[in-house]
T-cell receptor
Framework: EAQVTQNPRYLITVTGKKLTVTCSQNMNHEYMSWYRQDPGLGLRQIYYSMNVEVTDKGDVPEGYKVSRKEKRNFPLILESPSPNQTSLYFC?????????????FGPGTRLTVT | KNEVEQSPQNLTAQEGEFITINCSYSVGISALHWLQQHPGGGIVSLFMLSSGKKKHGRLIATINIQEKHSSLHITASHPRDSAVYICAVTNFGNEKLTFGTGTRLTIIP
């Protein structure tokens, strides 16, 4: 089944404790991106990747890192999480670079930083 | 930066009613997406369109490029249509999506 998977689905952590949220897609998509969703603000892009080893900042990249060493995986790293990073996070992918192709979203990761 | 506005923010209707959700944007785009987010949180792409109209089952999406406006219609609404509907646009020359804040639809049996 074609899908985007994220792990973990739920995470409660403390300020400053490094964490990684994994994202994987099995559709051989080139384009992958990370979003955060906050009440009243909608979805905002954190980072995106056009292809392997090609990543770029989105609208809200501060406090996050990403890497794209393999086409299928696009992990999101929070080196020193803070409470303002408490949010619902979505990974998404599409066939080619750019957002003019159908977006496939992962199930979401609800992160709470205390 | 493109501003994407959706209306209404919240909509409650009776089962069977015809539903319209609107989306307007401020700057020319290359494509517009309609997404559906169910209470569990998962997001599904419903439509992607750059002109005219698309139909899938009871859902119809239209776009007017000149007026910078799109509508999502649901015919014969059903409680399972209850969800948040999100409009997103792809800006010209930009690989990023800009999202509206969503319309929460509740269909009462």
């Amino acid at each position: 089944e074609a899908q985007v998977t994220q792990n973990p689905r739920y995470l409660i952590t403390v300020t400053g404790k490094k964490l990684t949220v994994t994202c994987s897609q099995n559709m051989n998509h080139e384009y992958m991106s990370w979003y955060r969703q906050d009440p009243g603000l909608g979805l905002r892009q954190i980072y995106y990747s056009m292809n392997v080893e090609v990543t770029d900042k989105g609208d809200v990249p501060e406090g996050y890192k990403v890497s794209r060493k393999e086409k299928r995986n696009f992990p999101l790293i929070l080196e020193s999480p803070s409470p303002n990073q408490t949010s619902l996070y979505f990974c998404a992918s599409s066939l080619y670079a750019g957002a003019n192709y159908e977006q496939y979203f992962g199930p979401g990761t609800r992160l709470t930083v205390t | 930066k493109n501003e994407v506005e959706q209306s209404p923010q919240n909509l409650t209707a009776q089962e069977g009613e015809f539903i319209t959700i609107n989306c307007s944007y401020s700057v020319g785009i290359s494509a517009l997406h309609w997404l559906q987010q169910h209470p569990g949180g998962g997001i599904v792409s419903l439509f992607m369109l750059s002109s005219g109209k698309k139909k899938h089952g009871r859902l119809i999406a239209t776009i007017n490029i000149q007026e910078k406006h799109s509508s999502l219609h649901i015919t014969a609404s059903h409680p399972r249509d209850s969800a948040v509907y999100i409009c997103a646009v792809t800006n010209f020359g930009n690989e990023k999506l800009t999202f509206g804040t969503g319309t929460r639809l509740t269909i009462i049996p």
